[in-house]
């Protein structure tokens, strides 16, 4: 008899999460059926979609949704075996009860001396958004300049080791000096701290004179006006986020885009990536080729402690990770 | 010695523009040089990019610029003779000395019963712009639902009949009973007027209860707020026009478009005809073909006198127009 801790929304947010929003439960989990595997969580991850997530795919009461990286304690379904480790999509719980379906397995090569956590950041989804999103959406060719926002975060990082290698300049901003000297430290070509400079344009202007050919989006809101008015003619920009108005009780306002859309012949596409599942293979291929030559750097802000989920959460939230967010049970 | 009357852009427009901002004047133009065309406007368009296009590329004084077709009067250039048709970027006047590098010669196969005043619409930039729009920025497949508005207006009939003729569903707005009854007569499948119904998102439901894969958009602003909305997951919006936005004194803002965009994977995309320049011929072929065919039908608005042309641009302004609105010397 297994006995699972999970969090559970207790109450949709209301603006900016708080800790009284979640409710740690413990549940007694039932027996395995066929085809069944039993979890225990290793690493699990945070992320800025679950806030926006929460609202339209979770009631309160339900465990919080997420990924995680379990080891198989018990298996009813020859393809995982005990022992083994998956990514599974069971949230916010320390063990739990999977059909199996909703399962990936690490890849058998996963090197010995890479931390399984990276299945969840660098060579998990994250890795696999900026991957997709700057080959498919940005569609940034070698020489073009890109700037990405919140360019010390799980994506953006990504977005930026992999736009050096193809051969662009990167023009990147986050919110600490901290952060500013880690994406220097990872070769972006132009970095600043977003909330110091005196104005952002003026400061997107100085790090590309002649404007932006790409723009990899995790922000949104006024940012992204300002961004507007120095992309340059046929320039794309991919949507992946909009952590500036995941909070927001009530939707904000900025200027319509429709003009400077029209006459810059701009490009703007919002993006989810699952739509590249089926090219999953090939996309983590690549990242863990990267990372095993030390072409992608990593980092990890590892919070330990499942209890302390919620705080990794809110932290994540208001900027406290540089690279990717994750709980170590 | 030939006198040209031509309007000036006597005021930069405030808001809607007025008559004060225009001016009548006439001059002299001087004798051909080598390599040049005296040409004598027969008709002349009124566009809506006319009026933000006035702010960016004239000072107070020019002549309004614009697109017409013009007889050739006299010629110090092979390439065009005595007696033919041009169309012309001459702009806002009767008569004009051109170098001939800004003429493009009339198909020679036009028919003798078209007018040749189509070929500032149906057969002309507006036809392009929407023949490309349509299939390039659209990507319109067969069965898909595609929304447009300012419908009964130059490009937007012809979106309209060519996504008809290409299969799809098309679904109409513009904003008068008039339009609407043209538009049915033209094949679109669900038309109504915007300005009447109570709620465009109703009426939005109503016509396309499952919601649209496309949308040609000519309007922007508020109506666009509630046309992003109901697009359906991978829609794509072709932001060919912002006519709600043209005449504002100061930018207006709307709801933040990124959330949207991200959770329905939408792809907006801002375009000027002019990027498909080299496939011209191609679109003012298959354009031709179908107006011979009878399979695109054309309606003009036609205002009387070159005197008329700053009323004929107002008023296209105000939508006063059923399909092209042209100026007749």
New interface residues.
Partial sequence: MVRAKCWILKKHFEGFPKQSDFELKEVELPPLKDGEVLLEAAFLSVDPYMR?YSR?YMKEGDTMLGYQVAKVLESKDPTYRVGEFVISQSGWTTHAVSKGKDLSLLPSSWPGNLSRSLALGTIGMPGLTAYFGLSEICRMKPGETILINAAAGAVGNVVGQIAKLKGGKVVGCAGSDEKVAHLKELGFDEVFNYKTVGSLEEALKKASPEGYDCYF?NV??EF?DIVLEQMKKFGRIA????IS?YNNAA??????????????????????VT?WDSRKEEGLKALLKWVEEGKIKYHEHITKGFENMPAAFMGMLKGENTGKAVVKV
Same sequence: chains 1, 2.
């Fill in positions: 926006p339209v989006d949104g809101g992204s949507v992946c986020g909009a108005q939707p904000k306002k900025g200027p319509y885009v429709q003009m400077p859309m029209i006459f810059k012949e701009l490009c703007m596409e919002g993006f989810l739509r």
